[in-house]
């Protein structure tokens, strides 16, 4: 093939766009359809407990849409991260949702499943052979963190991806990967370019978001031996060189770098072109390969469970020192939960969030002056359930009743759910940024399903 088009519908399977994109793809010539199905950005939750962000529903919809558009055309699909953080029971779950679709399309497709999930005791053979070494900001991994974790994934390249292609599979639902990775396994493997394939990948990763109107849907990427154009599939949408190239700044510590498993992509040299009011034409990417394949290691464990307590502020003279009462509130918290629950400091957490105030950038915050009103997010950590509810629930007269120490009576305020307490069970955070020496197959198993026949 002197070119490959890549179909990215969207950023991610289950976010939904109108069908008559995907086929104006298809009717451009797409050669692969190719989608994202979770990420990290939403937190540790769902790699933790190993659930899906999004609802099986909308992941129907979405499948739907693409397998009866795929199947006309003779083209594969292949969805990474399934089940959003990559976990064996997120492929699982998708493939069964992926199935339930195939059959009552009558579709008869062969459906590949690509496991991620690590085993930590085989982890620590590679530990202990000094295969595994830290990312920045944290240190040496011991066995110990391993062992914490309830789930670890290994973000998978484009090499098993190709692996299920070349062995016929027409669907693959591919666990953990890097974003690029499942856009460029199908043009690497009919032989285009490491360093157009990469950066195109990059581009396409997020649907319509290098477009002038994200939420018409998806692009698709043409990738020739010299470089790659970007189109919207929506033909109101358009493409122009800034918002291109920008999309390299998009969760990337360098925007001129991107560190793949098997390498670096190099955007320095690259030139960015409007072919017309719409499409946008890329070359001088290069790709660097690494002299160590290695994989990237994600694994969360439980920190403790939580409670949250929401309260809404309304009254002027708190809100005149908001500052002086909420320091009021933590000490208040912490001698109360002291004295009737006999809690050290060491013993639970609680965090105290004044949304309207500073709570997204807290001390950053440029704005000055008092805020008109507050919401109070009153979130309680601690080993057990049972023990968040009751320091939340230590706290609720005073998320209700509170006064400054100026003041000659009890303001009210306005508790968002009834009961005042929701508790938010076990609460997660990621522990591992490190990476393995490997081979590229070394740590995923490839399966297939079943065909489902009409």
Partial sequence: ??????????????????????????????????????????????????????????????????????????????????????????????????????????????????????????????????????????????????????????????????????????????????????????????????????????????????????????????????????????????????????????????????????????????EYTAVDDRIVRVTGSKFHVADQYTIKLEGARITGYETMSFSAIRDPLVLADIEEWAALMRALITQRVGQTLGLADDEYAFDLRLYGHNAVLGALEPESGPPREVGVMLLVNAPDQATATAVAKIANPLMLHLPTPAMDYLPSFAFASSPAEVERGAAYEFVLNHVVDCAPADLFRLEFEEKTHA
Avoid at 147 to 176: D, K, Y
Avoid at 183 to 192: F, K, T
Wanted: aromatic content about 4%; charged content about 20%.
């Fill in 1 to 270: 093939m002197d070119k490959v088009r890549v179909l990215a519908p969207s950023g991610m399977l289950g976010a939904g766009w109108d069908h008559a994109t995907v086929e104006r793809g298809i009717a451009l010539g797409a050669d692969v359809i190719s989608i994202d199905g979770g990420s990290t950005d939403s937190g540790p939750f769902y790699l933790g407990a190993a659930k899906a962000k999004t609802t099986a529903k909308a992941v129907a919809r979405d499948l739907r849409s693409l397998f009866t558009a795929a199947a006309g055309a003779g083209i594969p699909v292949i969805v990474g991260s399934c089940g959003t953080s990559g976990t064996d029971t997120g492929v699982d779950w998708v493939a069964g949702i992926a199935a339930e679709v195939l059959a009552e399309e009558g579709l008869d497709l062969k459906v590949a499943k690509i496991y991620s999930e690590q085993d930590a005791a085989e982890l620590k053979e590679h530990l202990d052979a000094g295969r595994v070494h830290p990312l920045p900001p944290l240190g040496e991994l011991d066995a110990e963190t391993l062992e914490s974790c309830t789930h670890i994934v290994g973000a998978m390249g484009h090499e098993p991806i190709v692996e299920a292609l070349r062995a016929g599979a027409q669907v693959v639902l591919a666990g953990r990967a890097t974003d690029t990775a499942v856009a460029a396994a199908y043009p690497l493997m009919r032989g285009m370019p490491a360093g157009p394939t990469w950066h195109a990948a990059k581009i396409v990763e997020c649907g319509g978001q290098c477009t002038d109107n994200p939420r018409t849907g998806g692009v698709l990427a043409t990738i020739d031996a010299a470089g790659f154009t970007i189109e919207p599939l929506d033909p109101s949408a358009a493409c122009t060189p800034i918002l291109v190239a920008a999309h390299m700044l998009y969760e990337t510590a360098n925007p001129f770098e991107m560190r793949e498993p098997d390498g670096t992509l190099d955007v320095r040299e690259a």
